[in-house]
């Protein structure tokens, strides 16, 4: 039987619009013939020029420069009681998916929908919004909120994972909350990212983690990396009727050396130590924690 740990997940509200296309169409030549001609001396009639078939340049959707772009503002509030300022972001994928994220945790992240004017949250609310150079204006109703365009610079989000690529074990509480005393598998990440291993097999098959590279990383305010390889599409109801929509399906957490101090309660824990969190949601979160070893 599963071991699960569950986790509340926290909606998001916030939102936006976007500009979309152009196209322009050359003008038909004509020729004009001089109608002053004598009557006593016969004139062959100059030849037609041909008419010139309308040209029209190609439409390029807007929303195309958009693919892979992320805008941000700065934000702050009130967590457990702690004034915390942050980077709040929207990530706009390719296929008309999106992520936003509050980055000082990894459950104010979500997906959305987007089309050419609006997008959508999973819990029915949508917002326009546009685009005006690198800004994002989003129309919440309560006036326009605007977002600037941001390029990351770390490796990882050009998908060069080889400061992190090796081979991670279960830690001592890894192992105890969702191995049942047995050693969960190692599990390998790959310099593009891709990752494998960390079940249990006796309960997991271990193929069931995708072998994919993520669709968008974000960092968060600790300096973890959160890594998205899935998010549930829309209307995806589980025989419970819990609804999965918007949350992270598949992904894992890199914690580099220096940003792990959420691991400091586990007893292998060392702080030069490079660790990963896995995680599945299935209802519950599977989500054992590994030290990289190699």
Do not use: H
């Amino acid at each position: 039987m599963k071991n699960i740990t569950r986790k509340s997940m926290l909606a998001c509200t916030l939102c936006f619009f976007i500009a979309v296309t152009t196209g322009c169409t050359g003008n038909k030549a004509t020729d004009d013939t001089d109608a002053s001609v004598s009557s006593a001396q016969p004139v062959e009639e100059a030849p037609q020029a041909e008419p010139q078939a309308a040209t029209t340049e190609p439409e390029v959707a807007q929303t195309d420069s958009i693919i892979n772009s992320k805008f941000v503002r700065e934000e702050s509030d009130i967590i457990d009681g702690e004034n915390l300022t942050f980077e709040a972001s929207y990530t706009f994928l390719d296929g008309n998916q999106g992520i936003y994220c509050r980055n000082f945790d990894s459950q104010e992240v979500r997906g959305f929908t987007w089309d050419d004017n609006k997008i959508y949250f999973c819990d029915n609310t949508s917002y326009d919004y546009t685009i005006e150079g690198d800004v994002l204006k989003i129309d919440g109703g309560a006036g326009i909120i605007e977002f600037t365009k941001k390029v990351e610079t770390d490796p990882v989000f050009s998908g060069d994972f080889s400061e992190f690529a090796g081979t991670y074990k279960a830690t001592v509480y890894g192992n105890s909350g969702f191995g049942d005393g047995v050693d969960i598998a190692d599990v390998t990440v790959n310099a593009d990212g891709s990752v494998s291993g960390g079940y249990d097999t006796r309960y997991y098959d271990s193929d069931e983690f995708p072998d994919s590279t993520p669709i968008c990383v974000e960092k968060l305010s600790d300096g973890s990396y959160y890594c998205i390889l899935s998010v549930f599409p829309n209307d995806d109801i589980d025989e419970e009727d819990f609804d999965f929509d918007g949350f992270v399906e598949f992904g894992y957490q890199i914690y580099p050396a220096g940003a792990n101090s959420f691991f400091s309660s586990d007893p292998s824990y060392s702080s030069d130590k490079t660790y990963i969190e896995l995680f599945q949601v299935d209802g519950g979160v599977y989500n054992p924690k590994f030290c990289k070893v190699q």
